[in-house]
């Protein structure tokens, strides 16, 4: 019983995954119409005689150059920008290497030091224990 539960579950689940994809596609035709009649709608405005679409066309192609000329301009400066940082991360890399390489050489001080220490502190608890 349990097993044919399962399965019905298992359908039901892709029953809802088709209708959300079925309603994704719709949204998306949908979108898609829209988007075609207003190609449709310049295309009549430009076979329409007039120099008002001509001048829409101008300016619509100028536009798309001046897009086109910011988009080049953005990528070169995002390029830029990112080997910048780039170097700017080596950098920064090496000196962490730097400093980590000094934080064990203190490591290594410290721990000579406190073993020193306790070697002196042992041989003076030794010589306080002979003294008495």
């Known amino acids: 019983m349990s097993r044919y539960h399962s ?3 298992k359908r039901e689940q892709e029953l809802l995954k088709v209708r959300r994809d079925s309603d994704t596609k719709a949204a998306e035709l949908a979108k898609m119409e829209k988007m075609l009649q207003q190609t449709q709608g310049l295309v009549e405005k430009k076979t329409e005689p007039g120099s008002e679409s001509m001048d829409y066309q101008e300016n619509m192609v100028e536009d798309l150059e001046e897009k086109v000329r910011s ?3 953005y990528r070169r400066n ?3 920008h990112t080997q910048m ?12 290497v730097g400093t980590l390489d000094h ?22 608890e030794k010589l306080a224990a002979g003294l008495r």
């Open 71 to 73: 988009s080049r301009r």
């Open 78 to 80: 995002s390029l830029h």
């Open 85 to 96: 940082l780039e170097s700017q991360m080596k950098t920064v890399k090496g000196e962490l």
């Open 7 to 9: 399965e019905l579950s």
């Open 103 to 124: 934080l064990q050489e203190l490591r290594n001080v410290l721990r000579r030091s406190q073993q020193k220490a306790e070697e002196r502190k042992a041989a003076m």
